[in-house]
Each structure stands twice: as C-alpha cells, then as structure tokens.
C-alpha cells in the first residue's frame, strides 16, 4: 500500500500563490505517477497535473503556465506550486499515485480557496 499525507491547502486572494505537498510512505518503490486532482463543489474530480517516472509532466489546460508539478525523492514527496491563482481554482485538491504493485491511492484532501 501507499499512503499519501497532503499540506499546503488554504485561503489565498486572487493572484496568489500556494505551494501543496504530498508526502508519500509504504511501497514507494513502484510509483510510476504522481499527480494532483481538483473537484470543486458540484463538479467532477479534474487531472490538475501529472508527473510521470521518466520525468515528463503533463498540466490541465486551465492551469497550463501557473502551476508547477515536482518532485523531492529524496522525501519521496510531490509539489503542486500554484501561482496566479484564480477564484475558479477553489477546490478540494487530492494527491494521487499509481503503482504498479499497489494500483492508485489517494490523500484525503486539502482545501484550497481563492477569494475574489
């Protein structure tokens, strides 16, 4: 199993910025993605950002130039940097993994709010 622990969720003004992180434990080893999805009230869950093994990186185009996907293997732990960020942004951002041992796992939320 993998269990993800998120931070970094909060209430920011429009243009703002935040910085979200997961920290990841358990059988890390066979992690081939990392990635951020978004669901706002009403709404489907929605990729925000994905970061793959090999490196590559893959955005939604409604944050494509705002916000940065990383990664510290070092503290096996993934980044979402969130600049610019707008009121449409609010949401309960979830941070996501697929092994190829353990399948997808899921944190348990970390609200993000954006005030006009």
């Known amino acids: 199993q993998v269990q993800l622990v998120e931070s970094g969720g909060g209430l920011v003004q429009a243009g703002g910025s935040l910085r979200l992180s997961c920290a990841a434990s358990g059988s890390i080893f066979a992690i081939n993605t990392m990635a951020w999805y978004r669901q706002a009230p009403g709404k489907q869950r929605e990729l925000v950002a994905a970061?793959?093994?090999?490196?590559?990186?893959n955005y939604a185009d409604s944050v494509r130039g705002r916000f940065t996907i990383s990664r510290d293997n070092d503290k096996n732990t993934v980044y979402l940097q969130m600049n610019g960020l707008k009121p449409e942004d609010t949401a309960v951002y979830y941070c996501?993994?697929?092994?190829?041992?353990?399948?997808?796992?899921w944190g348990q939320g970390t609200q993000v709010t954006v005030s006009s």
């Open positions: 996501n993994t697929e092994s190829a041992l353990t399948g997808r796992s």
């Open positions: 970061l793959f093994r090999g490196g590559n990186t």
